[in-house]
């Protein structure tokens, strides 16, 4: 029972250009959204966030899209540059004391010259 | 300086055999995370200490046993390890429950028995 996924496992950008990450998720009761950029042998690092309350929250190039009707986020980075080749992993929340992070199985970014 | 630090960063190890992964954390944060990443790269939550007392603990097998000795460590103990077992491991920890930022990820124990 994946409660988020993310369908494309990768995904091939020029650079400059924009790379537009999709994350769909199934539990309602979810009402916080986060992008974490992991790199080769380090862990997961936060990237931006989102409550369900907006439908857009911005971050210099990367600027998160929520449509809860949809269950579905996506992440756009412009313009998308080398160094943001990773695994981005989209996570989601439900907001307490005991809440837990759930994980899409991640996408990875190249992004070419 | 690393805020949150893991130790070992490998570690390989014989079936049967008993290991143990550390974790600190020099941020102040309440909460401390475990999680496994399979060799389908999901990333799972394993278990959740708020100021030193266990919050999550999902469906693990009790061969696995965290320890929090105070809130900036939290350590985890494998008894009886299984080929199954081969993973990679992440220490995370919070202030609370993570709210706008999240969590703050260790590097990771890549643990492989054999």
């Known amino acids: 029972d994946q409660q988020v996924k993310q369908n494309s496992p990768s995904l091939s950008v020029q650079e400059g250009r924009i790379s537009i990450l999709n994350c769909d998720y199934t539990?309602?009761?979810?009402?916080?959204f986060l992008w974490y950029k992991k790199y080769p042998a380090e862990g997961p690092t936060f990237l931006i966030s989102?409550?369900?309350?907006?439908d857009k929250n911005e971050d210099g190039r990367f600027t998160v899209f929520l449509n809860k009707s949809a269950k579905h986020l996506s992440l756009h980075i412009v313009p998308s540059q080398p160094g943001d080749s990773a695994v981005y992993f989209c996570a989601a929340s439900v907001t307490g004391t005991a809440s837990k992070l759930t994980f899409g199985t991640g996408t990875r970014l190249q992004v070419t010259l | 300086d690393t805020a949150v630090s893991q130790t070992p960063k490998y570690l390989v190890t014989q079936m049967g055999n008993d290991k143990s992964i550390k974790c600190e954390q020099n941020?102040?944060?309440?909460?401390m995370y475990w999680y496994k990443q399979d060799s389908k790269k999901f990333l799972k939550i394993m278990f959740s200490?708020?100021?030193?007392?266990?919050?999550i603990n999902e469906t693990v097998p009790n061969r696995f046993s965290p320890k929090s000795p105070d809130k900036a460590h939290l350590n985890l103990h494998i008894n009886s390890l299984e080929l199954g077992d081969s993973a990679v491991y992440f220490c995370?920890?919070?202030?609370?429950?993570?709210?706008?930022?999240?969590?703050?990820f260790g590097s990771g124990t890549r643990l492989t028995v054999v």
């Open positions: 995370a920890s919070s202030q609370g429950g993570g709210g706008s930022y999240g969590y703050t």
């Open positions: 539990n309602s009761m979810f009402d916080y």
């Open positions: 941020l102040g944060h309440d909460t």
């Open positions: 200490y708020n100021n030193k007392e266990l919050i």
């Open positions: 989102i409550s369900s309350i907006k």
